[in-house]
């Protein structure tokens, strides 16, 4: 009986860490797809289109973290775990990248069925976007991961110190 409780606790607990992962990236995905609508929003507005496509940027951050955390449980994008830091990260956000990149195809897809015309005709009609899409979650993925890459190296409760408290005060040179 003892080892059901404690088992239930473990799971209990592993859920919330799972949970509270899957929220941060959500957040810093959110918040990078956003940012992106506004900016296509500003640009499409120069030519005279309305482009409010909030909620999409929304929804795929949220598809885009549960792709991340699910990566991560398979071990994806981990070849280089023992590699410098740079390394390491950089791997891992061509690796996710590239996931993301799918997602993004996927996503352009299934819009293109909702609307009755051909995918491939879709595809066709935007690969500038696109590339410009995956390259710009690349190099957003880069500086994510290489925080993610310090904190197992320096231990979650350590790296969450160092990131989130105040360094003291520096005392004046004589």
Aim: glycine letters at 6%; charged letters at 20%.
């Amino acid at each position: 009986m003892a080892s059901e409780s404690t088992m239930s606790v473990s799971l209990k607990l592993r859920a919330a860490r799972e949970m509270e992962k899957y929220l941060v990236i959500a957040l810093f995905l959110s918040a990078l797809l956003v940012a992106l609508t506004a900016y296509r929003r500003v640009l499409m507005s120069e030519v005279g289109v309305s482009y409010l496509h909030y909620g999409y940027a929304l929804i795929e951050a949220l598809v885009l973290a549960k792709i991340i955390l699910i990566g991560e449980a398979l071990h994806y994008g981990d070849r280089f775990e023992d590699k410098p830091l740079i390394v390491s990260a950089v791997y891992k956000a061509l690796a996710f990248g590239f996931l993301a990149l799918l997602a993004h195809v996927l996503e352009h897809v299934i819009h293109a069925l909702v609307e009755g015309e051909s995918p491939a005709a879709a595809l066709a009609r935007q690969p500038g976007e696109i590339a410009a899409y995956t390259l710009v979650v690349f190099v957003a993925f880069v500086p994510f991961f290489s925080l993610q890459q310090a904190g197992r190296l320096l231990g979650e409760e350590r790296f969450g110190y160092v990131l989130l408290r105040r360094p003291p005060a520096r005392s004046a040179a004589p």
